[in-house]
Nanobody, 129 residues
Framework: QVQLVESGGGLVQAGGSLRLSCAAS????????MGWFRQAPGKEREFVAS????????YYADSVKGRFTISRDNAKNTVYLQMNSLKPEDTAVYYC??????????????????????WGQGTQVTVSS
């Protein structure tokens, strides 16, 4: 059974940094893409970044390019999201998701939440101004 466990959220001032972690277990993820999404109150879940587990190809939402970096540690089965220069509008619950790259991807960037099969419980990130 696939389990994704996020950690690393918290309260930070604007301009600060946080690193989120997503520990994955339950299967071999070499044929998977991992994604970070976020959801603010009253809004839909939106794409932040994704990475293919084996090749390490990365994709980012325009709103976080140059500020966030997604990476993975194969030995630890963990995906990270390094968030720098945080802004109040980055405040949201951040979710880690996993999807098989063999399945259809509408955009090829693994940026659609409805194409993900597994989700973690989420971690709150709050950026104060």
């Amino acid at each position: 059974q696939v389990q994704l466990v996020e950690s690393g959220g918290g309260l930070v001032q604007a301009g600060g940094s946080l690193r989120l972690s997503c520990a994955a277990s339950g299967r071999t993820f070499s044929r998977y893409a991992m994604g970070w999404f976020r959801q603010a109150p009253g809004k839909e879940r939106e794409f932040v970044a994704s990475i293919t587990w084996s090749a390490g190809n990365t994709y980012y939402a325009d709103s976080v390019k140059g500020r966030f970096t997604i990476s993975r540690d194969n030995a630890k089965n963990t995906v990270y999201l390094q968030m720098n220069s945080l802004k109040p509008e980055d405040t949201a619950v951040y979710y880690c998701g996993a999807r098989n790259i063999a399945y259809y991807s509408r955009t090829g960037y693994y940026d659609r939440a409805d194409e993900y099969s597994y989700w973690g419980q989420g971690t709150q990130v709050t950026v104060s101004s």
